[in-house]
């Protein structure tokens, strides 16, 4: 390894000439860009309405529009983050140069810088490639043993300048550091200073991208092909949810065409996790992605009339009830119901054309029905199926008498009052949200619909408290909207998608994967999560189990069990809970230690440790969290507050922006991360739900660099039963 250091270049010394070099190139990739996006834009006025289609236009002009957000220089996001030094004669191909014209000219490249997005100059020749261009893999595999013909391996070290409040900031190459991949090994070659600096940085506000770090085996899941349903079971801090994130824009640079049709989404466990992740895609370069939490999936389709101005939840299920709602037996329950709309035949049905009267008797109509019902039709689509069997029958009977029919009689006939009112009769219109209200109200009708499937304990269960009017009056829960969803996809399928990254995906119940499965039959899915954080009623043991709920059983699954943020001193203390929570899974491995990064604390005036601890935080860098049992939170905050400390709170709805210090709800902690982390009372943790052992370990986990524990009451036996190093 050789480091510039970035003292070198101060006011009272000369810069080094290879340190300017390097900024210059900066400036240049800088000026470059900006001047693909003014082209754009200087189409976009030139060109204005190009044909007189509105539609089309539109088009265009929505095209124009990603392109330019896809050009946006991002403040603080420096356009290069690496570069590769080649052997004499390397070639790689126009393919790696994200061409416009499709030439696949081989081009000799000795050096190359790598960013996160492709950048050329007026020429059209590269000055920063893309790193999900097939030529950047080396930096990211290359070693000593496989170079891949690699001879130097630089790596970039920056530093933000805050200029005010009206100026975005400055981010200015500091330093370099070079790895020689020629010669022999080295015995105990290790990670440079920049690469760990990088990876350890501290970090106040959403996530950021990791393109500058991601590591070997985290690069190999990035770069799985689309047709592969990828599950990765992820230990804290090994960064399975940047992996998505970064497999989703691989994927779209890979696959743009097919996947701009189909569509991309990414499901999280909630709103604030989505706002915490929100900036990475578009670091990257993509800006089309959907970002959406299980709630909303299954919600959008719902009528808006039946929107409650609380929302759909009203209701949190106890545990014993949210498992039965989400167990998949419910699918069957759901579908005997629905199809038990079906009405036998009982009157002949007359159709009138002129004077002449064409009949169909309840024996003529029973096979229409039965063999419509056995096909596995969609029961919506049954509606429409049937009145055009019917009239088929009725056209048959015509044509047998000589009547001359075409396709307009057939129209005619399927449209028929008497025709309309029969199908109506025979197969109802069902309507999702009044199904299952209307299941779940009825002991009698559930009964009939459960019976062999679920027991007299687990229906009483399943039945919605109250009498309500109407869906709109209904205190429907959570697992009740991925019943009505189940209904909805029985009468009409939904659309599917492309690519699904579904993290957090532990907790999620059967029947929600089956909602997101059916979502993407056709497509391929990234699934993450991490068994031992499980913490909702439904969590899953098993990784096969979840993936054939999802409808995708030869999914593959990886282990991620490398944590490179999290000290081993944090990690190691929150595994002690491991073997009650998730017999059998491994513990993970920090790859750093740093003393003085776990902090134990008891306390006789826990509000007084705790506000000690939160401005001890906050003397360091980075973000702070202060994280308690729900219950709890609010009268800690009102406590700190009379001592002077005011904490805003992170609700479902909120971001993690406006403060560096926030206090989080223990349920919202999932997938969140802080530099420093602050827990109030463990005890009060683990106790104030099902799993809450379970919910202690994620909250323990969340820390990057210290995480200090405050407790007035014992610590939680598994945490208690060693003493603590650090």
Same mark, same amino acid.
């Given at each position: ?17 290879? %340190? ?5 190139? @900066? ?43 896809? @050009? ?6 420096? @356009? ?63 070693? #000593? ?162 929107? #409650? ?6 209701? !949190? ?110 197969? #109802? ?24 499937? @679920? ?6 269960? !399943? ?208 997938? %969140? ?54």
């Amino acid at each position: 390894m050789t480091t510039t250091d970035p003292t070198t270049d101060s006011t009272t010394g000369p810069a080094d000439p290879e %340190l300017v070099a390097e900024r210059d190139a @900066l400036a240049a990739a800088r000026a470059a860009l900006k001047a693909m996006r003014d082209e754009v834009e200087g189409t976009e006025l030139m060109l204005g309405d190009v044909v007189n289609d509105k539609v089309t236009n539109a088009a265009l002009h929505r095209g124009r529009q990603r392109r330019l957000a896809a @050009l946006a220089d991002m403040p603080g996001a420096p @356009l290069f983050f690496g570069r590769l030094d080649f052997d004499p004669g390397t070639v790689f191909l126009d393919e790696d140069t994200d061409r416009e014209d499709g030439r696949k000219d081989g081009r000799e490249a000795d050096r190359i810088h790598l960013g996160r997005r492709h950048v050329h100059d007026p020429q059209g020749r590269p000055m920063v490639l893309d790193w999900r261009a097939p030529i950047s893999v080396a930096y990211y595999r290359a070693s #000593p043993t496989d170079r891949m013909r690699v001879r130097v391996r630089r790596r970039y070290g920056f530093t933000t300048v805050d200029h005010g409040p009206r100026r975005d900031p400055e981010v200015v190459l500091t330093a370099f550091e070079d790895e020689h991949l020629t010669g022999a090994p080295a015995a105990d070659e290790r990670p440079g200073d920049l690469l760990s600096a990088e990876i350890e940085r501290p970090r106040t506000g959403p996530m950021r991208d990791i393109v500058a770090t991601i590591q070997p085996e985290q690069d190999d899941l990035v770069r799985a092909p689309l047709g592969t349903t990828l599950c990765v079971q992820g230990a804290p801090g090994t960064g399975k949810t940047a992996v998505g994130l970064h497999r989703i824009a691989f994927l779209l640079y890979t696959e743009r065409e097919r996947l701009s049709r189909a569509g991309v989404a990414i499901i999280g466990p909630n709103r604030s996790f989505l706002s915490y992740i929100r900036n990475v895609l578009p670091a990257l370069g993509e800006v089309d992605v959907s970002q959406t939490t299980v709630e909303d999936l299954v919600t959008a389709g719902l009528p808006d009339r039946f929107r #409650p101005a609380a929302g759909w939840v009203r209701r !949190v299920e106890e545990p014993f009830a949210a498992r039965v709602k989400g167990d998949a037996r419910m699918a069957e329950v759901i579908r005997r119901d629905l199809w038990s709309h079906l009405r036998e035949p009982a009157e002949a049905l007359m159709v009138r054309r002129g004077s002449r009267r064409w009949r169909l008797y309840p024996e003529d109509l029973r096979p229409l029905l039965e063999e419509l019902a056995g096909r596995g039709v969609a029961y919506g689509s049954g509606r429409e199926l049937l009145s055009h069997r019917i009239a088929h029958t009725v056209l048959t009977l015509m044509e047998s008498e000589g009547e001359v029919c075409d396709d307009r009689t057939h129209e005619q006939v399927r449209r028929d009052p008497a025709v309309r009112s029969t199908v109506t009769a025979l197969w #109802p219109k069902v309507e999702p949200m009044a199904q299952i209200l209307g299941l779940l109200t009825d002991p009698e009708r559930l009964a009939r619909a459960a019976d062999g499937i @679920l027991t007299a304990e687990e229906q009483a269960a !399943v039945l919605l408290p109250g009498k309500p009017r109407g869906p709109k009056s209904a205190r429907w829960s959570v697992e009740d909207l991925a019943l009505i969803d189940e209904s909805a996809s029985l009468i009409d399928r939904p659309a599917g998608l492309g690519h699904i990254v579904v993290d957090e995906a532990q907790d999620l119940s059967p029947m929600q994967c089956r909602a997101i499965g059916r979502r993407c039959e056709s497509g391929s899915l990234t699934v993450l999560g991490d068994i031992a954080q499980g913490t909702s009623p439904s969590a899953i043991r098993t990784w096969s189990t979840l993936l054939e709920h999802l409808g995708k059983p030869t999914g593959h699954l990886s282990v991620l069990d490398r944590g490179y943020r999290v000290p081993a001193q944090i990690i190691d203390f929150a595994a002690r809970l491991l073997p009650t929570i998730a017999k059998g899974l491994g513990a993970p491995v920090a790859v750093r230690r740093a003393p003085g990064s776990l902090r134990l604390t008891p306390a006789d005036d826990l509000a007084a440790q705790v506000a000690a601890a939160c401005r001890t935080a906050l003397e360091g860098e980075g973000s702070v969290g202060l994280i308690a049992a729900d219950a709890d939170l609010p009268a800690l905050l009102k406590k700190l507050a009379a001592q002077g400390l005011d904490v805003p709170v992170l609700g479902d709805d909120t971001g993690l922006d406006a403060a560096r210090l926030v206090a989080v709800p223990a349920g919202l902690a999932k997938g %969140l991360e802080f530099d420093a982390v602050v827990v109030a009372e463990p005890a009060a943790i683990a106790e104030a739900e099902e799993r809450g052992l379970n919910r202690l370990y994620v909250v323990l986990t969340r820390a990057v660099s210290t995480l200090h524990v405050v407790h007035s009451r014992p610590l939680p036996t598994p945490l208690a039963q060693e003493p603590v190093s650090g």
